[in-house]
């Protein structure tokens, strides 16, 4: 029998209760049973990937091509599993599936209700989890806080799943947040007792409440939340915020929530979960590393967010390069006003992440020319691969009429252009070429070196690629596709030659990066600018010639 725990939140949200929901996924796995994930999203877009990022953060890709919330990256992350299609329902999708059973005459005249037709679509895609996983335990999250109105159906379908399933395959955990009163000094636990009364009047007594707080949580309120709330004192979790995110499964675990989970579960595991990997993986994370500075040039820095998986994926492989990264952010609009050139020039390398549109394209533009004229490593990720092939593009040609079409419709040379397949279509959502692709490696290049492998796959989100009319003439002058989809039609990575470390993917490397297993791209990037710190290699090249413009800060127009 599949056993489920349904996560709330309470009180206010971005408390980190995805990451707590992972965190408990890890002990559970370490406990040798496996795990299922979905996480419930009660605003009314099918899913997120027509959100902007200020509004949504990362939008964040599953192997099977599913655009969803960035949770889902902690899932992975954390748990160390692939999501799917079925790991992220929005309302917008419930809805949409609804409708169109309904046009289609399914329901045979009847009146189309939120209970049971809403709710029991919402059951039907958290039974879907279990039925594609065959997993022993899921994990359902709801989005948001409770008193939401737009949550409102899903909470009444969990509601509903204990009537279903009984109380001995349920598991309600509701994660709350705790004030700190600055004047008195204290922590304050009343709004989650209003929460938990806000949870109790539609029908769910919640099993377990986790407590997040940013200071200590003294006992006595922990017995307070236990007696108002009608919880053991045990089932009441205090977790203050972690200085290392990794570490939150080890907290959890020595306050023994996978222990009353398992009890209350009645789940046959071992006795002890197997955390020995990751202690030493906290440990190593932990011990003092000499400072990296890595700038991401990208122009929604102010909501970092937005740039979620990227900034973990440069964590994790600080860690295996014995550095601690520090990330330098940096507002592309601002190089294309001259400002924060001063931010660039202290960085051991640069990453220009993915994107869209045309807003601070040409500050990308700027950051990989001072990347590659400078020889400072450079990583491009989807939008800053296509950046990096504009740039060389232009210097290649000593023309500035090079660009993208998306962000030029009439450029004289589309080094990027539209796919095939993207110029006929007219709806924008879930419409990219979206998922894992496979990449075939060219021996030698720096690409097969990093990954040691001949064939790899990796997770895609975009409309443009490389026009390959432009091949020829860039590999004569150092570029060199080391990348390509199988049938050789795709370039999937560039790098250029000469360079200490110069590369950029079409796909999205950083959504594969766990951990404890960095990957392999970030890896080897991550490895170059620790060269460039040691060495300082390259940094007074003379600027190369055929660049448009007077120096590396010039503006370079596209038009
Ligand atoms: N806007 C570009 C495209 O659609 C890049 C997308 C991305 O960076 N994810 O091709």
């Not at 990093?450 to 590999?475: G, P």
Request: glycine fraction near 10%; aromatic fraction near 8%; charged fraction near 25%.
């Amino acid at each position: 029998m599949t056993k489920y725990i349904f996560f709330t939140g309470g009180v206010v949200s971005s408390v980190g209760k995805g990451v707590t929901a992972a965190a408990l996924g890890r002990l559970l796995k370490a406990r040798g049973l496996s795990v299922g994930v979905q996480k419930l999203d009660p605003y009314i877009n099918v899913d997120p990937g027509t959100m902007s990022p200020y509004q949504h953060g990362e939008v964040f890709v599953t192997e099977d091509g599913a655009e969803t919330d960035l949770d889902l990256g902690h899932y992975e992350r954390f748990i160390d599993i692939n999501l799917n299609q079925v790991s992220n329902v929005t309302t917008g999708r419930v809805y949409a599936e609804v409708i169109g059973r309904e046009r289609r005459g399914d329901y045979l005249g009847g009146t189309i209700q939120v209970i049971p037709h809403i709710t029991d679509e919402i059951k039907r895609t958290i039974h879907l989890v279990a039925k594609t996983s065959q997993a022993d335990v899921i994990l359902i999250e709801v989005g948001g806080t409770v008193g939401d109105i737009e949550s409102l159906p899903f909470m009444e379908a969990l509601r509903q799943m204990r009537s279903d399933l009984g109380p001995e395959n349920t598991l309600y955990v509701h994660v709350t947040f705790l004030p700190y009163i600055g004047a008195s000094r204290e922590l304050k636990t009343k709004p989650t007792q209003h929460s938990v009364r806000e949870l109790r009047g539609i029908g769910i007594h919640p099993d377990v409440i986790i407590a997040r707080a940013d200071h200590d949580i003294p006992q006595e309120h922990i017995n307070k939340i236990a007696l108002f709330c009608d919880v053991p004192a045990r089932a009441v979790i205090p977790a203050k915020t972690s200085d290392i995110l990794y570490s939150i499964p080890l907290s959890l675990r020595e306050t023994g929530l996978d222990d009353f989970v398992i009890e209350r579960l009645g789940l046959n595991t071992v006795a002890k979960p197997d955390l020995l990997e990751w202690q030493a993986m906290i440990e190593e994370m932990r011990r003092p590393k000499p400072i990296l500075k890595i700038g991401i040039v990208g122009k929604y820095v102010e909501l970092q967010d937005a740039y979620m998986s990227v900034k973990e994926a440069l964590y994790h492989a600080g860690t295996a390069n014995h550095r601690q990264v520090e990330i330098v952010w940096i507002q592309s609009g601002d190089l294309e006003k001259g400002k924060s050139w001063e931010l660039l020039e202290d960085v051991d390398g640069i990453i220009v992440p993915g994107g869209f549109g045309e807003r601070g394209i040409e500050g990308k533009i700027m950051a990989a020319r001072w990347a590659r004229e400078k020889k400072i490593p450079y990583l491009g990720l989807c939008l800053g691969m296509q950046v990096m092939c504009i740039e060389f593009t232009r210097y290649v040609l000593g023309n500035d009429d090079v660009n993208s079409t998306e962000f030029h419709s009439q450029t004289e040379h589309p080094v990027i252009s539209l796919m095939a397949d993207q110029r006929d279509l007219a709806d924008m959502g879930g419409t990219m070429r979206l998922g894992a692709y496979p990449c075939q490696l060219v021996p030698g290049t720096k690409a097969a070196k990093a990954y040691n492998k001949e064939l790899v796959h990796e997770r895609h989100r975009h409309r443009w690629e490389f026009n390959n009319n432009y091949r020829e003439i860039l590999a004569e002058r150092g570029m060199v596709f080391s990348g390509l989809s199988p049938d050789g039609r795709l370039v999937e990575i560039a790098e250029i030659a000469g360079h200490p470390f110069m590369l950029g993917s079409q796909f999205h490397p950083e959504f594969k990066s766990r951990p404890n297993r960095p990957h392999p791209l970030f890896k080897a990037f991550v490895a170059a600018a620790v060269a460039h710190q040691e060495t300082g290699s390259g940094e007074d090249t003379a600027v190369t010639p055929k660049t448009p413009g007077e120096n590396g800060r010039s503006k370079v127009t596209s038009s």
